[in-house]
């Protein structure tokens, strides 16, 4: 059963756990990446078909909690939510000034205000909701241009057009609850956090490169150029679509059609029946590839770079990787940053990406699996 944490008092510094909750899996992890462990959503077991249910989660917390084998007491929770009812997304918003002058600190609240409303309009419209149902957690402002010079600040700077860019966070208001049942269960203090706020945290940290996170059933992307968070989106296409096809195919449940996958991933399968399994993946890899290419259209005129970076339990399949590295990008271009003796440097354009992997090593953890990197963006404290 779930176990109920003691209450720290204010003086004692709260130990941290991490808890991401996807489409699919529960995953628990400490910042010191020594405990961790994972367990699939029982989400066939049940009655109700909404994979979010309570009882789900509740059960998938507990397993995941019950397997992680640490003593530690923890104050406070940092929570990631499934990807379906949880979203991030960057987002700009040029306003012109009504006023002359520099900027005061009153005219700074009037304009974050007013850029805040026209997002939750501009997002409410876009997914076909009324506003109300949308609960926006996090503005992230990560950059300020005015008449097209970038500043840092609002205040004190003149000029007639303001440019600000968003990263919002926002959750499903029915979904709000999710949160509420980890906060009672642990008796803890729950952050809830999204794994574009983990980018955006570790940018110093990490590479510039196109960032894919492959989950059950979406696909985070990010940007990342000059250390700057530029974009991030989602692709509503994850590691279940190639599940549901071995399913459909060898008439197998989810999750015996997840573990085949798993093996066929591992390379732990016969060379005949990996070849079939190859077959049989074709059209679902190609899918999976023209929606990320969708998230990117708009910005392809733009020099992209030139790495992508997967991570996340998705990425294991061998067929997402082997269609990243032999597809041709046309219509894409690629920049790569070089160094020169000027002060500016410059970028050569390639003709398709390099493709690597964000580890969780890379974020300094050790023997950490790749499904396991979400939540090391999330709880990492190197930075």
């Known amino acids: 059963m779930f176990k109920k944490l003691p209450f720290f008092s204010k003086q004692e510094p709260k130990k941290e756990l991490g808890i991401d909750i996807g489409s699919t899996a529960v995953k628990v992890m400490d910042p010191d990446g020594v405990h961790y462990s994972s367990a699939y959503l029982d989400k066939y077991s049940v009655f109700d ?15 995941a909690l019950d397997r992680l084998e640490s003593n530690y007491d923890f104050g406070k929770v940092l929570l990631s939510l499934p990807p379906s009812v949880f979203k991030a997304q960057t987002v700009v918003v040029t306003i012109d000034r009504e006023r002359e002058g520099k900027i005061s600190q009153q005219e700074k609240k009037d304009l974050l205000k007013k850029a805040k409303n026209q997002i939750k309009d501009r997002i409410s419209s876009e997914l076909g909701i009324l506003k109300k149902d949308l609960y926006f957690k996090n503005w992230e402002l990560i950059r300020i241009n005015i008449d097209g010079y970038e500043v840092s600040k609002l205040k004190g700077y003149e000029g007639q057009w303001v440019r600000l860019n968003f990263l919002v966070t926002y959750i499903l208001s029915d979904y709000i609850s999710l949160k509420d049942i980890i906060t009672e269960r642990l008796d803890a203090e729950v952050e809830l956090i999204h794994p574009a706020q983990g980018i955006l945290k570790n940018k110093n940290q990490i590479q510039d490169g196109i960032y894919l996170d492959v989950g059950g059933e ?39 059609s997840k573990v085949l996958k798993e093996r066929y991933s591992n390379e732990e399968l016969s060379s005949e029946l990996t070849q079939g399994i190859k077959e049989m993946l074709k059209d679902g890899k190609r899918e999976w590839l023209n929606k990320v290419k969708e998230v990117l259209e708009g910005r392809k005129n733009k020099s992209l770079p030139s790495t992508l970076f997967l991570f996340g339990g998705g990425s294991k399949l061998i067929d997402i990787q082997t269609i990243l590295k032999s597809e041709r990008w046309k219509d894409f271009a690629f920049g790569k940053w070089t160094k020169s003796k000027s002060t500016f440097g410059g970028s050569t354009i390639v003709d398709s990406p390099e493709v690597k992997f964000l ?25």
Do not use: W
């Open 49 to 63: 078909a909404d994979s979010y249910t309570e009882g789900v989660i509740k059960r998938g917390v507990d397993k």
């Open 218 to 256: 979406i696909t985070h992307l990010f940007v990342v150029e000059n250390q700057e968070l530029k974009f991030a989106g989602d692709a509503k296409v994850g590691g279940e679509t190639f599940s549901q096809i071995i399913a459909e195919n060898f008439n197998l449940s989810e999750l015996r």
């Open 359 to 383: 580890t969780p090593e890379k974020l300094g953890f050790d023997s950490l699996d790749i499904q396991f990197t979400p939540l090391s963006l999330i709880v990492n404290k190197s930075n």
